[in-house]
């Protein structure tokens, strides 16, 4: 894959310099339409056998339109978004800074063929389920740990090797493999959505190699604490409710809502509301997740949300399907996040944490928090190989950026980096990058020149 010739090339302006390493063979992509090159890269399927089995990540590079001074390795999260598929449909977003940069990206390992990756995939059928409920007993947390399991085998049965080293450390021990074959001294990282914990990982994993890192609408994985972690994420959903309700107070729209929200919930906590639709029915986990994500779209959906509860009060939560399929809320197999995020042991220590959130957040109850989204993880055949835990001290200046609530946990993230700045929206969104000229104008320019905005800067 590696020819001998070595790179010599001094970057102007970037404030570091290339290292001796075999240049990478690049290639036209397949089906390329925007002039974007692939190569191959050999990695060992399991970082702690370095010279056990290989895998190949597939690289993807847009080369600057000027004088290259390096480049931005990028990744859209997922966990399994094809890079090289997203950074050819969005190649615009990256005009400006490949006028000094190099953009670089990768296909993560094991999300293969159908996820639009080409990558070495894990060779198992990746399937969708409805987020599971919490449990009412013991004899539920164990039905709930084998259907898991079960789930997870399914899966796992396929390439066991892989099945286990797909946590965001093994992402991030890639990136800096990545790193290494494109003469870097040191990594510049843009990480938008879940690829934002790569970036926290591979911080905390190669501290002196950090020259520049992006986080863009992430969540944190740097705490030490995943039950305080939830906590502050339902207490921010709880302020998406708050919105809502201020609206229908002050638009006179629907000033009982608080109220007919509470008795809705509590009502389908006791049983699920029908969804004449379609057959099924909603429970209150369901009625939170699917109202949350109404909410945080901000005021062009709330007169839609406030007509579907107003539907379900009568008896029918028709209001409440979503455009993609009436099981929605529902996830996919959990191969990385199920190696990152600590889960519940037993009953008892669910119902704990359980109450704590619900505690602080009455409306959205554990909706689009950790807590729910680790159900799905209890029982599952592979130990949390990647737990969350604080970055390291010396760590240059990081930049964050988010739309209206998340840029409050990406900040939160950055207070352990100081010097560090977080670029803050006010509107309904998931990430700034490709949609906030603002944002991305702050974001290039720090990737070029390290230069950061303000501590807080709205955009």
Known sequence: MFTPLVLALTLLGSGFQTQQTPAINWAACPGDKVGMACADLQV????QKPEGRKITLKLGRLKATGVSEGSVLIAYGGPGAPGIAMTQEYAHWWANLRKRMDI?????????????????????????????????????????????????????????ELFANMSSADHARDMEAIRKALGESQLNFYGASYAGIYAQDYARLFPGKVRTMVIDGTISHVGDDWTAEMIETAKLNEKVFARFFDWCVGEGKCPGMPAQW???????????????SVGIAYTSGDLQALALGLAMRGKDNYP?????????????????????????PDQTTGVTECTDWPRAANRADLDKALARVRKVAPNAGAANTLLTGTLACIGWPVTVTNPPAP????LPPMLGAGAWRESDTVARVLKQVPGSATIHDDEPGHTLY?????????????????????????C
């Open 44 to 47: 060992p399927v399991d970082w």
């Open 104 to 160: 670089v990206t990768w296909d993560t390992r094991g999300y293969g063929e159908q996820f639009g990756g080409l990558s070495t995939g894990l060779p198992c059928v990746w399937t969708r389920v409805p987020l599971p409920e919490f449990p009412a007993d013991d004899a539920d947390f164990g039905r709930l740990s084998d259907t898991n399991r079960g789930h997870a085998e399914t899966c796992r049965n396929k390439d066991p």
């Open 262 to 276: 509470r008795g809705l919930i509590a009502k389908a906590e006791r049983s699920p509301i029908p969804v004449k």
């Open 304 to 328: 839609k949300l406030a007509a579907a509860i107003g539907k379900a009060v009568r008896g029918d939560a028709s209001g409440f399907v979503p455009d993609r399929g009436a099981r929605y």
């Open 391 to 394: 970055l390291p001290k010396g």
């Open 434 to 458: 490709g949609f906030n000229a603002c944002a991305r104008d702050h974001i290039d320019r720090y990737f070029t020149d390290r230069t950061l905005p303000a501590e807080s800067t709205s």
